[in-house]
Structure formats: structure tokens, C-alpha cells
């Protein structure tokens, strides 16, 4: 999936343009779906308005009006790329749930999104492994557990450790060795939001970054100054959040 970091690596290139949106349904199985829009609007129009024949001379553009515009498996994809294909039961199992579309806007392309559909936590765990290689843009939080009833959150997960890894994967030496801690200055922002298919019974733990909408949501969003400033005060920033449905 190398187009995915070559765009990251392309966003250098222009600060605080993209933001990252994830949303994670827990489904009363103790699966859970998870899905990342990568918005790419502000970035592609700064680069038109720059230089408008850039999109144009820059590879990875090129190949990112070639993918789909629909829900797409990784395998699917692979067989696409022509890339050698795996025999391995379980990559192929993994493959099968996890997905890939563009996003277009008038005809051009707006940004990606990444899906991971009905994942259980043995998923989860094969992901870890998966992404030592891919190197894919995830969430942290979908490595949270989830038995279908309670949710227990660690806060330690709210980094972007997935996002700045996905950066350096295609980056140069040099380039790579600027991605770290630098994040604040490639996006604009980022944030998740938690739903659940049955009604929130109680939350013990808090955070400054964690905030209950309604019966079925939680929304985190990411204060990207304060997640690389070691000085940074909270009020509350408890280590670990529980959430029980009912």
C-alpha cells in the first residue's frame, strides 16, 4: 500500500493541510468496525494553486486517480498491483476485512479512507504484525479492548505513533528523521469518534481529550500541541477510561 505514504510523504510539502478523521462502531459481538477519512482537499488545492502542472509531474498522483472510488479489499488491490500474493490463510483472511477507496470531489481526487470491517481482537493482534511491514496510517485506538460490553481504553494510545511510522516508511534518511514530533505541522487536525450499538451505561476515568456526545458516542480530539509538549498541563488525564454499555 505504498500509495497511501507516498501522499503522507507529499503532504511535507505543504503544512497543515490534511485532517484525519476515524470513527469505531463496537459491535455487540465484541467485533468492531473501523473506518479512516484521510482529507486531502486543501493539500491537492494548495499544490494546484503552487504549481498546477505539479499533480500532474508527480508520480503518486497519478496512481492515486487509478484506484477505486469503491470499497476495495487489500487483496483485491494486491491482485490489481500485479503484486506477488500471499498463501499465508490468515494474511489472506486479514486481507479479505481490511479496505481501500479514493474519495473524489468534482471529478478529482479529495482524499483516501481505510476501513477495517468486523474485526475481533485476535484481528486486531495479527494487525500488529500485519502493519510491521505495510505500514498503514491507523488509529491506535482500535487496539483498545472490547469483550461487547465494556471498552476500556488506553490513554497511552493517544498518539499518532501508526501516522508518524507510516511517514517514514517512504521517506528518506534525512526526511524520515524530521517526521517525528513534527506532526502538529502536517495537519490541521485529528480526531475519533467511539460508537456503540447498544446505550452507554457509565464511564469512570477521565480525559481532557475524551468527551461523551450522547447515549452512543464518545469523541476524542487530539490536542497536537499539547501530545508532543512534555510540559503540558491537564486537568484530568487518567491512564486508563472504562465504558460500559448495557
Known sequence: MKNISLLFIAGLFVLQSCTINSEIVYHKDSASTSVTDIDMRQFISEMKAMTPDSLKQQKEFGEMDKLPTVWTSFLDIQKQDGKPQTTDPDSIRLMKKIFMKMNKENNEPAGLSLKMDHFTQADYQMLKGYNKKEKLPLDQNIFNNWDG???????????????????????????????????????????????????????????????????????????????????AKFRNADKKIVIVTE
Open 149 to 231: 460490553q465494556t471498552l476500556t481504553i488506553n490513554t497511552e494510545n493517544f498518539n499518532l505513533k501508526n501516522i508518524e511510522e507510516a511517514l517514514k516508511s517512504k521517506a528518506s534518511k534525512d526526511e524520515a528523521e524530521k517526521v517525528e514530533g513534527m506532526v502538529t505541522m502536517f495537519f490541521k487536525s485529528i480526531g475519533t469518534t467511539l460508537k456503540f450499538e447498544n446505550k452507554i451505561r457509565s464511564i469512570t476515568g477521565k480525559h481532557d481529550w475524551v468527551k461523551q456526545t450522547d447515549n452512543y458516542t464518545v469523541k476524542i480530539n487530539y490536542d497536537l500541541k499539547a501530545m508532543y509538549d512534555k510540559e
